[in-house]
């Protein structure tokens, strides 16, 4: 006879038992039972702030202040999603562990093997839970930026810059983000010497922050007629999108403002006055710039906003001393600081911080980045 199988599939017998136990005493509004899932997922503190969200998103004065609105719809949807999973688990869970205690009494083996079935359904649900909890910084559920920089390795290193923005384009369209690019500056021969990417989307930053750092490539050169093997390098910072809800004091005394003339498309008007616009905060070196629009003015409001969002992430990593060895992987862009190889010509892909190595290299530089970045996330980079 089958029995216990229903307590493995879920992989935690107690937890079982926990809901068979408190099914009966946990009220209506709560099927799931608020101590089962407290201390893992904070059921008791998401369903109070759902509530005092759900109220204020009723209160008509709410959309005086739509940056506010759209904040707090945004912040509901999340909300929801884990508070409406965690009900929908707890109610399955109760239900199928009184079918399991009358199935195995009464040796009933069809109705074992169905709570089997069963069990592996809900499991997507759980990993999915599971998977969310990694999302525990302050800034996860942010859009954010991505810069990509070529570095050593001439127009080797700008061609790989230019494949890594199309590798992170076609990422985030795989996640259902959006995605713009917002800062392009063109190697001499091909690709990239820069870019910056603005990806908007659910915890685009929590997944994303991960991939910050040196990234390398070994293949046969396609400029060498020869074809001799080249190792070429590009780096990524990946910093959140910080909005009007967070504040960040900074001195003007501390940034220099240059314009200059864009670079880029745009008609003739843009390329013949100094719209572009350049920031540089003294104290700490961070360099940002804007030169998408037609405006001076409206690319110095969009290089203020950018400049805001690296301090941020600045001050957030200096706070945090295991992640300071990406800040210093900021600083050269070559060997000996990578955290991922990509060697084409023996299709292979391997993360030096997580070891999880790919032999499909060209579903990887397509997108398909899901098991660094999960591996990463799990390892707690």
Request: aromatic share 8%; charged share 30%; net charge negative.
């Amino acid at each position: 006879m089958i029995t216990g199988y229903f307590t493995e599939q879920t992989g935690q017998e107690s937890w079982t038992q926990n809901i068979s136990t408190s099914s009966a005493t946990a009220s209506p509004t709560w099927p799931c039972g608020r101590k089962n899932y407290g201390g893992i997922f904070d059921y008791d503190a998401k369903f109070e702030r759902l509530r005092t969200v759900d109220a204020a998103l009723q209160d008509p004065a709410v959309w005086n202040d739509p940056k506010k609105a759209q904040a707090l719809g945004k912040e509901k949807k999340s909300l929801d999603d884990v508070v409406s999973m965690l009900d929908k688990l707890g109610r399955e869970l109760a239900d199928n562990t009184e079918l399991f205690e009358m199935s195995k009494q009464e040796g009933d083996d069809a109705g074992l093997l169905a709570l089997q079935a069963e069990a592996a359904r809900l499991r997507p649900g759980i990993e999915q839970l599971e998977f969310r909890r990694m999302f525990s910084k302050e800034a996860d559920a942010l859009n954010c930026f991505v810069d990509i920089q070529a570095g050593a390795g001439g127009t080797e290193a700008c061609d790989w810059a230019g494949m890594l923005l199309r590798q992170y384009l076609r990422y985030a369209e795989r996640k259902g983000f959006k995605a713009t690019v917002e800062e392009e500056t063109p190697g001499d021969v091909a690709g990239l010497k820069s870019a910056t990417i603005k990806v908007e989307g659910e915890y685009a930053y929590g997944l994303l922050r991960t991939e910050t750092g040196v990234h390398r490539l070994v293949r046969k050169s396609p400029f060498d007629s020869s074809g001799g093997r080249h190792t070429s390098f590009a780096s990524l910072f990946v910093y959140p999108e910080i909005d009007d809800s967070i504040q960040i004091d900074i001195n003007p005394a501390d940034v220099r403002t240059d314009t200059f003339r864009s670079s880029g498309a745009g008609g003739q008007h843009i390329n013949k006055t100094d719209s572009a616009v350049r920031l540089t905060h003294l104290p700490t070196g961070i360099v940002v710039q804007c030169q998408d629009g037609r405006s001076q003015h409206g690319n110095r409001d969009i290089a203020w906003q950018r400049l805001r969002s690296r301090l941020y992430d600045h001050e957030r990593r200096l706070r945090q001393q295991e992640q300071q060895k990406l800040e210093d992987s900021k600083t050269d862009v070559g060997w000996g600081h990578q955290i991922r190889s990509y060697v084409l010509d023996n299709s292979r892909i391997k993360d030096l911080r997580t070891h999880v190595e790919i032999s499909a290299t060209q579903k990887v530089l397509d997108g398909d980045l899901d098991a660094f970045i999960e591996a990463a996330l799990k390892q707690g980079l």
